[in-house]
Structure formats: C-alpha cells, structure tokens
C-alpha cells in the first residue's frame, strides 16, 4: 500500500514537469519502478526491470531506438562503471559492454548518429575526471575519445557536426566554459567564456539546431 502511495505521488509530481511529447523514462530510479510516459497516451505505465542495480546522476543518451544508461551512482553510496540499454518498443534492456571508463558520476552524455560519447564526471569524494569514450551500440563496443579540458561539472549536446561541452563548474557568477569538439579536427578548442551565467550547479541542455 506504502509502495502505491509513493507511486502515485511520483506520477502526480512527474506531470507537473513532463510534456508527453516523446517517450522518455527517469534518470534517478533509486527507490521507484522505472516509469515511461508515450506521445500518444497521456498516462505513466511500468517498464521492464532494468538488469542493472538502481542508480542517480548516470550518464545517459537516447539514440532514437534506446536510452543508453552508464554510471551513476549506487548504494553505499559508490560509484558505478556498468550500463544498459533499454529498447521501448520491445521493452526490454539488454547489459552493454564494459567501458574503459572508471567508476564515476555526473557524466555528460551525448548521441552523435552513431555513437554515445561520454565525457568526464566526478568520483564520489568530488575528485574531477577528465577521460572520456565513445560507445557504439551497433557493435556494443567502446572506444576511446579525447580527454575534456577544465573543471567539472559538463553538459554536452551535439549539433550535427561538432561536440559542445559547457562547463558549469565553480562558484555561482564565475561563468561557463564552452568546448567544442569537431571529429575531422584534434581535440577539444575554447570558445569565448561566459561570464556573469551559471556556474555552480547543473542544468538541463538543448541544441535547437
């Protein structure tokens, strides 16, 4: 009964924020049944039992076939370094390859047509990561991707040609640090900061195209 209250309370707080445009499931799942909402039924229903552990903070990338969910962080608390891949149309999840990442939280994530780049992200006790890879889901492989520069934490979004990164790391007014990644070029280039936005905390990201 306990369990059925808390539900219901989920999905009321969750309309209160969701437009139901797409499918989309929830990226902190401790303690809640993984819930996903369609186009064309506005109403929540369970998915499938993911088969890796409950998890906040992962990384996570829709591909326009799966959502790709790596890291993040588990019981204890510790940081985790698997994932998985959940199909809505057959709901059901498949465990994706090992990555060469270490255990972390906060990473950035983002889908580039054919890969999920994960950038960055943080231990447990806040020390910074900077290494990176790429996931190909095709293949379920990983490979490797170039470092990020600065601090943590990172948004990422891809634009159809290049990666960008924005850094929202430091204190509240010292501003944002942009990155972009181009895949013909080599590594990563500084665009002109932002000062006087963000900073210190995490926020959600968009590319308009």
Do not use: K
Not at 42 to 47: E, K, L, Y
Not at 123 to 135: C, L, P, Q, T, V
């Amino acid at each position: 009964m306990a369990d059925d209250r808390r539900h219901d309370d989920l999905s009321e707080r969750l309309r209160d924020h969701v437009d139901a445009v797409a499918p989309i499931t929830l990226d902190e799942v401790r303690g809640y049944h993984l819930v996903s909402i369609a186009a064309d039924a506005d109403a929540w229903r369970p998915i499938a039992a993911a088969p890796i552990e409950p998890r906040a903070d992962p990384a996570i990338a829709w591909t326009g076939s799966e959502m790709i969910v790596w890291g993040g962080t588990g019981d204890g608390p510790r940081a985790l370094a698997d994932g998985a891949a959940y199909d809505p149309a057959g709901d059901s999840w498949r465990v994706i390859a090992p990555s060469p990442l270490s255990a972390r939280v906060g990473s950035g994530a983002a889908w580039t047509g054919s890969e999920v780049i994960v950038v960055g992200g943080r231990m447990r006790d806040g020390r910074e990561i900077n290494d990176s890879a790429s996931y190909d889901p095709v293949v379920d492989t990983w490979g490797p991707f170039p470092s990020i520069i600065g601090p943590q934490p990172v948004e990422v979004a891809w634009t159809g040609t290049e990666l960008i990164i924005v850094q929202t790391g430091g204190e509240a007014g010292d501003g944002c640090g942009f990155y972009h990644y181009v895949p013909a070029g080599d590594g990563w280039s500084l665009s002109s900061p932002t000062r006087g936005f963000g900073g210190g905390a995490r926020g959600p990201q968009a590319w308009s195209g």
